[in-house]
C-alpha cells in the first residue's frame, strides 16, 4: 500500500521507446506484437520533445521534480511511494518487471516454467549481474529478497499476495525453484514488485545494493536524492549519465522549478490552475496518461458507526465526488465508484452506485439510528490535495448532520495511527498500487472490510486457471464492495507529466508510481 494519482485520458500517439529492449531478457516466444506492446509511449516523437530523433547528450544530468521524497530507502521499510519512484527499476530490479503500459515482462529471469498442478515455479536467472557492490547475482539473492517481504517486520505491499510462497529452493546459482501452498495465478505480476538486493547488504534504508542502471550517489533528505549511471550494469546503459530528483513542499515551488530549468520534468502535475503557463509555452509538454491512484476517504468498518453499512453508504450518498473532483482538478481526473481503475482488467463503471444524493443519505442516516446525524474526527495527511479535499467533505457531511473534526497528520503519523494501531474513525489517503481491490479479501487490512462472500470470491479468484475466470470473480467483489460502501472512492487523480522539450523518453502513465529514468534523454 502506499500514496499518490490517475485518469485514463486521453494519450498522446503511441511512439516506440528510444530505449531498446535487453535481447537477453527476451525468451525465444517473443513475437513483434509483445514487443510493440512493451515499447510504449514514453518520450519519443509524440511525447512533445524537440529532442526526438535528434542528438542528445549521453552525459547529460536530468533532473527531476517531485513532491514524494522518500521515508527511507527501503520498500519493505515503510519507505512510501517516494522510494518507488526514485529506486524501482532504476537502482533496484525484479525478476518481473510491469512496464508502462502495465505489461509483465521478464528481466533478472530469463524464463520460468510452472509445473502442471501450479504449485511450483522455475526461474533461469540471467547470466552476469552484478550488484553495484560488485558482487555477483546468484540464486541465494533471489531467495534472500523474497524473504525480505514475507519478513515479520516487512511492509511491503505484496507481502499478503506473496504469503502463498511455502519453500524457496536454490539448487544452483542461476535456478530458484518456489513452491506455494496453493496455486496463485497474480504469482508472476506480484513478483514485479519485489527488488532482488544483496544479500549480504546492510541498512537498505540508508544505502543500496541493487542491480539496476544507476546506482545512488547520494541523498540529502529534505533536498535531493541522485542517482548515477552503473558503468557495469549487465544490460543497455541509461541514456542519461546522472539523474536528481529533486523534492518541493508544495506544487507552486514545483512548477516555479520546471519554469526556471531547475527541473526537467515534473513526474506528476499537482497544481492544474497552473497548467495553462505550461501548455501556452513552446519550451514544455504536457502530457497526460494512465495512472493508478485512487483518492480514498476510507472508514474503519469495524468500529462504529462505520461498522453499519447504512452509514457507510449515507456518507458517500452525501459528498458530491464530481463537484470534488472538478474543485481540484479542474478538468482533469475521473469519477471511478469503486477500487478499480479502467486499466484493471475487471473494471467496471459502478459510479451510479454512489450517486450524490443528501436526501437518501438523510434518510439512511435515520434508519441507522441517527437521525440527527453524529460527530467524525477525518485524520487527514497533511500534503496536498488532502486538506482540501477534507475541508470539502466537511461542508458536505455538515448539510445531512455529521460534524467532522479535521485531524491533520504526518505521513509517519498516518502509518502509526491509521495502518499499524487501526486507531482512526475516518481517514483520506491516496491509494496508488493496480490491482489493489483484492485488499478487501483481506479483514485484517487496516480498514477491516469483513465480508465471507468477498473474501472466498478473492479466494478463489487467484486460485483460478484462467484469466477470464479471475476476472469473472474480481467484478463480483468490485460491486459487492461498491454496494457494501466499504470505503468512499472519491476520485482516480489525472496523471500529468510536464516536461521541457529538450526532453524526450520520460514515462506518462507511472502505474504504481514506478518512474523509470534510464529512457530519457536530454538535447
Known amino acids: 500500500m502506499s500514496t499518490k ?19 537477453s531478457t527476451l525468451t525465444a516466444t517473443a513475437s513483434a506484437a509483445v514487443l510493440a506492446l512493451t515499447l510504449t509511449a514514453c518520450g519519443g516523437g509524440s511525447n512533445g520533445s524537440s529532442s526526438a ?5 549521453p552525459n547529460a544530468t536530468v533532473n527531476i521534480g517531485s513532491l514524494y521524497e522518500p521515508q527511507n530507502l527501503d520498500n519493505t521499510g515503510g519507505g512510501g511511494q517516494g522510494v518507488t519512484e526514485a529506486l524501482h527499476g532504476n537502482v533496484y530490479e525484479g525478476l518481473f518487471k510491469l512496464s508502462d503500459a502495465g505489461k509483465v515482462e521478464p528481466l533478472l529471469a530469463t524464463s520460468h516454467q510452472v509445473s502442471p498442478d ?29 524473504e525480505r517481504v514475507l519478513a515479520p517486520d516487512s511492509q511491503s505491499a505484496r507481502k499478503k499476495n506473496l504469503s502463498v510462497i511455502k519453500t524457496i529452493a536454490t539448487p544452483d546459482p542461476r535456478t530458484v525453484q518456489v513452491t506455494l501452498s496453493k496455486k496463485s495465478i497474480s504469482f508472476v505480476y506480484n513478483l514485479t514488485y ?51 530528483f529533486r523534492y518541493f513542499k508544495d506544487a507552486t515551488a514545483l512548477n516555479n522549478a520546471l519554469l526556471t530549468n531547475a527541473v526537467d520534468v515534473v513526474t506528476s502535475e499537482q497544481s492544474p490552475d497552473a497548467l495553462d503557463q505550461f501548455k501556452n509555452n513552446q519550451n514544455y509538454k504536457v502530457n497526460e496518461g494512465n495512472s493508478t491512484t485512487k483518492l480514498l476517504l476510507a472508514f474503519n468498518d469495524r468500529a462504529k458507526p462505520f461498522d453499519d453499512v447504512r452509514v457507510r453508504q449515507a456518507v ?43 436526501e437518501r443519505a438523510k434518510k439512511l442516516l435515520a434508519e441507522a439510528g441517527y437521525p440527527k446525524g453524529f ?15 477534507a475541508t470539502f467533505i466537511t461542508s458536505q457531511l455538515a448539510k445531512v448532520g455529521i460534524t467532522v473534526k479535521i485531524n491533520t497528520i504526518t505521513s509517519d503519523e498516518w502509518y502509526t495511527k491509521v495502518y499499524k494501531n487501526r486507531d482512526f474513525q475516518a481517514t483520506l489517503q ?48 468490485n460491486r459487492k464492495t461498491a454496494e457494501d460502501a466499504a470505503s468512499d472512492w472519491l476520485y482516480l487523480y489525472p496523471q500529468i507529466v510536464v516536461a521541457n522539450n529538450r526532453l524526450s523518453g520520460y514515462p506518462l502513465n507511472g502505474l504504481n508510481s514506478q518512474f523509470y529514468a534510464y529512457d530519457i534523454k536530454k538535447g
Open 5 to 23: 494519482k490517475l485518469n485514463p485520458a486521453k494519450s498522446n500517439a503511441q511512439q516506440p521507446s528510444t530505449r531498446k529492449l535487453r535481447a
Open 316 to 358: 458517500s450518498y452525501a459528498i458530491d465526488d464530481k463537484k470534488l473532483l472538478e474543485s481540484v482538478w479542474g478538468g482533469h481526473g475521473k469519477l471511478i465508484g469503486s477500487m478499480v481503475p479502467p486499466t484493471d482488467p475487471w473494471y467496471e463503471d459502478l459510479t451510479a452506485i454512489d450517486a450524490h444524493d443528501p
Open 375 to 389: 460527530s467524525l474526527t477525518l485524520d487527514t495527511p497533511n500534503y496536498d490535495p488532502h486538506p482540501t479535499a
Open 194 to 244: 519485489v527488488w532482488i538486493v544483496n544479500a549480504d547488504a546492510k541498512d537498505l534504508k540508508q544505502r543500496e545494493d541493487g542491480t539496476g542502471p544507476y546506482r545512488l550517489d547520494k541523498w540529502s533528505r529534505g533536498s535531493a536524492l541522485s542517482l548515477d549511471r552503473f558503468d557495469r550494469y549487465w544490460g543497455e546503459a541509461a541514456a542519461n549519465k546522472k539523474v536528481v
Open 430 to 477: 491516496e491509494h496508488v498500487n493496480d490491482r489493489d481491490l483484492v485488499w478487501y479479501g483481506n479483514p485484517d487490512f487496516y480498514w477491516g472490510y469483513d465480508d465471507p462472500q468477498v473474501t472466498a470470491w478473492v479466494e478463489q479468484a487467484e486460485q483460478s486457471s484462467t484469466a477470464a475466470e479471475q476476472t469473472e470473480l474480481l467484478k463480483k467483489v
Open 53 to 57: 530523433g535528434g542528438k542528445h547528450d
Open 118 to 146: 501450479g504449485l511450483t515455479y522455475t526461474f533461469t536467472l540471467h547470466d552476469g549481474v552484478t550488484f553495484h557492490s560488485g558482487k555477483q547475482l546468484t540464486s541465494a539473492d533471489v531467495k534472500h529478497s523474497l
